[in-house]
């Protein structure tokens, strides 16, 4: 049997909690958690290394080979259930049919965070996705990912670092976005050091002053955001009284928001301002075909 197939290493709940406290990874800190412990693994290049940690790994998806299985060579669970006959890992799936409905799903994530419970393995989430390779390589990819899926994390994890400042950009419409500005910190091998902070009201909801330290995640995994400040009860209120592209007064603008909420933003209403007109000029040239 000839095969290539994408596997998942990672490093048992247990083997994490033995090792975390031995050893760190490149930056000299601790592994955050068994996922961190795995990938950091990994990029040693070492296997000594990964057998050392006790990295395990399964198989998460077949890529070529294995031709000879061709009755059920089109499915992927039938194929991971014939490695699994041959001793390999395999990731732990459940089938669910086309009409399934979200109430169907729900006892099946259950079964399936049990079982990672069970079976010692760390999860952070699940991926959706087709069971016929033909109907899958059918869809096609982007510049960044096959479209054969739909990965879901539980929650995003928060990275901690040190909020610094806002900028504060002038858009076309004269609104003014804040963005936090903090010490960079690596999220999913991205180097991440800004993030929206939507409003006023968001900014005064967390309570953010320079200096303080907050949670960062990449939300869906693409978009940074700030989720937590924890040095709170110090709030500075940081908005600017003038616009930082023109030097005119800025106007605090209240709309009604989400449940009865007041959410509060910032503007420029100086229509010769340089920001709102360059701003207006590069969407009108974003709209030309
Ligand atoms: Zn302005």
Redesign the pocket.
């Known amino acids: 049997m000839d095969s290539r197939c994408f596997i998942r290493l990672y490093s048992k709940k247990s083997d994490f909690e033995r090792l975390k406290d031995t050893l760190v990874g490149s930056d000299g800190k601790p592994y955050r958690n068994a996922r961190n412990l795995a990938a950091g693994s990994i990029r040693c290049l070492d296997a000594n290394i990964c057998k050392e940690r006790e990295i395990s790994f399964f198989a998460f998806n077949i890529l070529e080979g294995m031709e000879e299985f061709e009755d059920i060579r089109d499915n992927l669970s039938n194929m991971l259930l014939s490695l699994s006959e041959y001793g390999f890992g395999i990731c732990p799936f459940l089938l669910v049919s086309p009409n399934e409905s979200a109430e169907g799903i729900e006892p099946k994530i259950k079964t399936l965070t049990d079982l990672a419970e069970i079976s010692d393995i760390p999860i952070d989430g699940m991926v959706l996705r087709f069971d016929s390779f033909s109907y899958s390589a059918s869809l096609g990819r982007t510049g960044h990912h096959y479209n054969d899926g739909i990965a879901f994390k539980f929650e995003d994890d928060t990275y901690e670092t040190v909020f610094r400042s806002i900028e504060w950009q ?1 858009g076309r419409s004269g609104e003014i976005a804040p963005v936090a500005v903090f010490d960079t910190v690596e999220i999913d091998g991205c180097e991440v050091s800004r993030a929206s902070l939507h409003n006023l009201t968001f900014i005064k909801g967390l309570e953010l002053h320079p200096g303080c330290r907050i949670l960062v995640s990449k939300r869906n995994m693409i978009i940074p955001h700030v989720e937590e400040n924890l040095d709170r009860g110090n709030y500075q209120d940081m908005t600017p009284q003038t ?1 930082p ?2 030097g ?1 007064p800025t106007r605090i603008h209240s709309r009604a928001g989400d449940k009865g909420r007041i959410v509060e933003t910032l503007h ?1 209403d ?1 229509p010769e ?1 340089g ?2 007109i360059l701003q207006k000029f590069v969407h009108s040239q974003k709209r030309k075909p």
């Open positions: 002038t616009c592209c023109c005119q420029c100086n301002c920001s709102r």
